[in-house]
Antibody, heavy 120, light 106 residues
Framework: QVQLQESGPGLVKPSRTLSLTCTVSGGSINTGGYYWSWIRQHPGAGLEWIGYIYYTGGAYYNPSLKSRLIISIDTSNNQFSLKLSSVTAADTAVYYC????????????WGQGTMVTVSS | DIQMTQSPSSLSASVGDRITITCRASQSISDHLNWYQQKPGKVPKLLIYRASNLETGVPSTFSGSGSGTEFTLTISSLQPADSATYYCQQSDRTPLTFGQGTKVEI
C-alpha cells in the first residue's frame, strides 16, 4: 500500500529556509488522479493546507504562504518537497505530507508528520 | 477564502449515543466537503469524502450528509474509540480550508 514519509530538519533558525521532503513508497508519484499536498498543524491548533503539486509539476499554493513557498516534485525518486523561506516562530508546526485524490480533493493517505521548530 | 465553521466546538456523550456535528461553509461548495478524525498525537484520518461517501474501512456508524453550505457528520452509536477531534474540509476551491475542529469526549 502507498505510504508517505516526511524528512528534514526539526529545528530551523529564524529567517532561514525550512526544507522538507516527502518520500512516497508502495506506488508511483508519476501518475494521474492524485495531487501531492503539504499540510501543517500549529501546536494545539487546527489544520492548514499549504499547497499541492501534480506529477506534471503544476502547483497550487495557499495565498497566505505563496510569497515564501516553493513546492517541487522529483518523479525519478518518487519524492516531493517543500521550501518555505524567511521563517518565523509562527511557522513552528507539525508538517504533514498527504496524497490528495483529485476526485473530491480529499487527503486520503498521510505521512506520520514531522515537528519543525523555528528557534535560534 | 471559504470559511468553514463547525459546531459545537466540543461535546461530551455516552457510549451508544447518536451525535451530530455540523459544518457550515461561508459560500456554497456543492458537495465538496470531506470529514477527518484525529486522535491525540495521531495523524488525521479521512472518514467521509464528497459529503456522504464513506472511505474504505471506516465503520458504517459514521455517515455524512448535506450540500451547499450546511453539512453534518453523524455517529449513530458512539464507541470509546470515537473519542477524537473531527474536522471538516472544503475542496470546492483553493485554498483548501478546514473547520476549527470539534472535540468529542466519551
Amino acid at each position: 500500500q502507498v505510504q508517505l514519509q516526511e524528512s528534514g530538519p526539526g529545528l530551523v533558525k529564524p529567517s532561514r529556509t525550512l526544507s522538507l521532503t516527502c518520500t512516497v513508497s508502495g506506488g508511483s508519484i508519476n501518475t494521474g488522479g492524485y495531487y501531492w499536498s503539504w499540510i501543517r498543524q500549529h501546536p494545539g491548533a487546527g489544520l492548514e493546507w499549504i499547497g499541492y503539486i501534480y506529477y506534471t509539476g503544476g502547483a497550487y499554493y495557499n495565498p497566505s504562504l505563496k510569497s515564501r513557498l516553493i513546492i517541487s516534485i522529483d518523479t525519478s525518486n518518487n519524492q516531493f518537497s517543500l521550501k518555505l523561506s524567511s521563517v518565523t516562530a509562527a511557522d513552528t508546526a507539525v508538517y504533514y505530507c498527504a496524497r490528495t485524490s483529485d476526485y473530491g480533493d480529499s487527503f486520503d493517505i498521510w505521512g506520520q508528520g514531522t515537528m519543525v521548530t523555528v528557534s535560534s | 477564502d471559504i470559511q468553514m465553521t463547525q459546531s459545537p466546538s466540543s461535546l461530551s456523550a455516552s457510549v451508544g449515543d447518536r451525535i451530530t456535528i455540523t459544518c457550515r461553509a461561508s459560500q456554497s461548495i456543492s458537495d465538496h466537503l470531506n470529514w477527518y478524525q484525529q486522535k491525540p498525537g495521531k495523524v488525521p484520518k479521512l472518514l467521509i469524502y464528497r459529503a456522504s461517501n464513506l472511505e474504505t474501512g471506516v465503520p458504517s456508524t459514521f455517515s455524512g450528509s448535506g450540500s451547499g453550505t450546511e453539512f453534518t457528520l453523524t455517529i449513530s452509536s458512539l464507541q470509546p474509540a470515537d473519542s477524537a477531534t473531527y474536522y471538516c474540509q472544503q475542496s470546492d476551491r483553493t485554498p483548501l480550508t478546514f473547520g476549527q475542529g470539534t472535540k468529542v469526549e466519551i
